[in-house]
């Protein structure tokens, strides 16, 4: 019990410098040292801290966050690439652009050209996987919204996995950058998501959970190795949501919610029969001022007659 105490003692640390990082990261005085004093801690706890709970150092962290801010401000705007790297905390124009490329394999330059997908890092709390971990996911009591959303031909991009079941397997073997890349595609439909494949691109060898996201037919940008493309029909997508929520560590129960929706739903009932077997269902997680949410591909039932 003292173990489990001091590993959560831990975990709150990691979790309040994080939560720093989130908002402090723009402000002019802004550094390792800064962070450090906001916690208590000292830069080799918080790099011991950090390697164990998050698989890296502070400083890389931090250097994750910063890059990945200033991929979108490439993309966003107009500035120099050196008042891009001076908003970020850079000295030079040669040092911010040989750490954008060190991470993600183009120069700044070229990124901003192309525009192709890159693996943007995706910030979570250390302590989530643990509220995961604890089964904290099946609250049941809420009210749901389902909304049909037409989607026509398209492209999915994903990732499958070799043995995962679910999102934690799933991330333990593939990694966690899939979200960041995948969310890095503006051309996409939704959000990154969890998806569960249909029989048709479920291969020998690998399991039914991937990572992915759709995207217009025609589009045709490279992709990272181990990504796949393939071509999904038409279809109609259930959207499944849960209403917002004020603490953050209830995302799993807001995703109960909606797993719980959609596996009450009578789909009969609203004209609809399921369609897992041309299309994936997509689980796109939980954000507090959005809920959690699920979408399930079906097909419209002719009743004709």
């Not at 966003?76 to 905390?89: N, P, S």
């Not at 073997?173 to 595609?185: P, R």
């Not at 995302?251 to 739903?265: D, H």
Request: hydrophobic residues 35%; contains cysteine.
């Amino acid at each position: 019990m003292i173990e489990h105490g001091r590993e959560m003692n831990d975990v709150n640390a990691v979790v309040l410098a994080q939560a720093y990082i989130k908002a402090h990261h723009t402000d002019a005085g802004f550094g390792i040292e800064s962070v450090c004093r906001a916690v208590g801690y000292s830069r080799r706890q918080l790099d011991r801290l950090f390697q164990k709970h998050m698989r890296m150092t502070l400083y890389a962290y931090i250097n994750a966050v910063l890059l990945s801010e200033s991929a979108a401000k490439l993309l966003e705007t107009d500035h120099d690439v050196i008042d891009v790297a001076l908003d970020c905390h850079y000295q030079s124009h040669e040092g911010y652009t040989r750490s954008f490329a060190k991470r993600f394999f183009i120069t700044p330059q070229e990124y901003r050209r192309r525009k192709i997908a890159i693996p943007l890092f995706t910030q979570h709390p250390a302590d989530h996987s643990y509220i995961l971990k604890g089964g904290h996911t099946m609250e049941t009591t809420a009210i749901c919204t389902v909304t049909p959303v037409t989607r026509p031909k398209r492209k999915l991009i994903y990732l499958p996995s070799r043995a995962a079941t679910g999102y934690l397997d799933y991330c333990e073997e593939m990694g966690c950058e899939w979200e960041g890349l995948l969310n890095s595609i503006p051309e996409k439909f939704d959000a990154a998501a969890l998806i569960e494949l249909p029989g048709f691109l479920q291969t020998e060898g690998e399991s039914k959970i991937a990572s992915g996201v759709e995207v217009p037919l025609d589009y045709e940008k490279p992709l990272p190795d181990g990504y796949k493309v393939a071509e999904l029909p038409e279809c109609i997508m259930l959207y499944f949501q849960s209403e917002p929520y004020e603490d953050p560590d209830d995302f799993g129960k807001a995703i109960g919610q909606v797993l719980k929706a959609a596996e009450n739903y009578d789909f009969e009932r609203y004209g609809y029969r399921s369609a897992d077997e041309i299309a994936p269902t997509f689980n796109l997680g939980a954000e507090p001022q959005m809920g959690a949410r699920i979408a399930v591909p079906v097909i419209k039932i002719d009743r004709a007659g």
